[in-house]
């Protein structure tokens, strides 16, 4: 960067501590925002926080006066609902303010886990089988799926709603688990066939040219049958649950023939559904080297110590030069360098 930048972050209001709007102070558990924000001050930015409140002109008229450079988004939801962060995108459009990260077509095609499946299957990119399940309406379920399934929530991510219960083997089970995600999150259901083997993550940086950074793992304990063997919401937030079933995160180490196989093919996910900036494939490599895509993460968590964070670090990129490196790839879409 050439110049201090005035830079606003824009984050969801339930984030915001109480006692600490301007994350000043040193939490005893820092956040994304913290980790973001204190990054940006290190950079010797001018930083400004604004909460992405439920009233929509508040945000606008903040933004006026606030008048940033650039706006780094870490918002994902409005008023609630994790299917609107792609409005507050759009509303950053309508205003013509800069901002990083994904904007509303690459934050709608990766929410919606039933169009994104879709549309990687037209691309002949392979997907596990699936089924959806809307509230309200009964579905024939076709014979091909094989089970097990794993039934999560069709519009929520950071594995939220996915349990040891989520993974169904037969027609009552699914029907039984769809009809809780039905009631507990408000929204439709989707099942997928469930894929055995490796569970990577693919971090990766850029618009034009993509960078894709070392290969994460969520190495299981393949050994026993009695713990979980998917990335469950205790097993991605819960140390202690994963250290009682002896699962860890780390670097993954494959063939070269495979590793160009798998950057491929996510360089090709991420464009396909128009991922900007910085984003985050997970997929399996089954136990015959073959793909198979769960999810794209637009505008993935980026705090220090999570997956894109680390696979930085692994390829030479302090966070901070992580956090910088976002912010010139945004202003470089809106050709304005500073």
């Known amino acids: 960067?050439?110049?201090?930048?005035?830079?606003?972050?824009?984050?969801?209001?339930?984030?915001?501590?109480?006692?600490?709007?301007?994350?000043?102070?040193?939490?005893?558990?820092?956040?994304?925002?913290?980790?973001?924000?204190?990054?940006?001050?290190?950079?010797?930015?001018?930083?400004?926080?604004?909460?992405?409140?439920?009233?929509?002109?508040?945000?606008?008229?903040?933004?006026?006066?606030?008048?940033p450079d650039i706006v780094f988004n870490l918002t994902e939801q409005f008023a609630g609902d994790r299917q609107m962060d792609k409005n507050i995108t759009a509303l950053l459009e309508l205003t013509d303010i800069p901002f990083t990260g994904s904007g509303p077509t690459g934050l709608m095609l990766c929410r919606d886990k039933r169009l994104c499946k879709q549309l990687l299957s037209l691309h002949k990119i392979r997907v596990p089988g699936f089924i959806y399940l809307p509230r309200?309406?009964?579905?024939?379920?076709?014979?091909?799926?094989?089970?097990?399934?794993?039934?999560?929530?069709?519009?929520?991510?950071?594995?939220?709603?996915?349990?040891?219960?989520?993974?169904?083997?037969?027609?009552?089970?699914?029907?039984d688990r769809a009809k809780f995600v039905h009631e507990r999150w408000q929204q439709a259901a989707i099942a997928e066939e469930y894929i055995e083997g490796r569970e990577l993550y693919?971090?990766?940086?850029?618009?034009?040219?993509?960078?894709?950074f070392p290969i994460r793992e969520c190495l299981f304990d393949f050994n026993t049958n009695e713990g979980p063997q998917l990335a469950t919401y205790r097993v991605k937030w819960n140390e202690e649950f994963r250290k009682k079933w002896n699962i860890e995160f780390g670097f993954a180490k494959l063939e070269p023939s495979i590793l160009r196989n798998i950057e491929r093919t996510c360089k090709r996910v991420y464009r396909v559904l128009q991922i900007r900036d910085y984003g985050r494939i997970d997929l399996r490599l089954t136990p015959e080297n073959k793909l198979v895509i769960l999810e794209a993460n637009p505008n993935p968590d980026i705090a220090y110590g999570e997956d894109v964070a680390e696979a930085a670090e692994k390829a030479g990129i302090s966070y901070e030069e992580l956090i910088e490196r976002i912010l010139f790839i945004a202003l470089r879409r809106y050709d304005r360098s500073f």
């Not at 930015?45 to 933004?63: C, E």
């Not at 069709?154 to 029907?175: K, Y």
């Open 1 to 67: 960067m050439k110049r201090r930048l005035n830079i606003t972050v824009l984050v969801d209001t339930t984030a915001i501590p109480s006692n600490d709007p301007e994350f000043k102070a040193a939490p005893k558990v820092p956040t994304t925002e913290h980790h973001v924000i204190g990054s940006l001050r290190t950079l010797q930015h001018k930083v400004s926080v604004l909460g992405a409140a439920n009233d929509i002109g508040t945000i606008i008229n903040s933004l006026k006066e606030l008048k």
């Open 202 to 212: 693919i971090s990766i940086l850029g618009n034009k040219r993509l960078v894709v």
């Open 136 to 175: 309200d309406h009964l579905v024939v379920i076709p014979k091909k799926l094989r089970y097990p399934l794993v039934v999560k929530p069709a519009f929520e991510d950071s594995s939220e709603g996915i349990s040891n219960a989520s993974l169904v083997a037969n027609e009552t089970a699914l029907r």
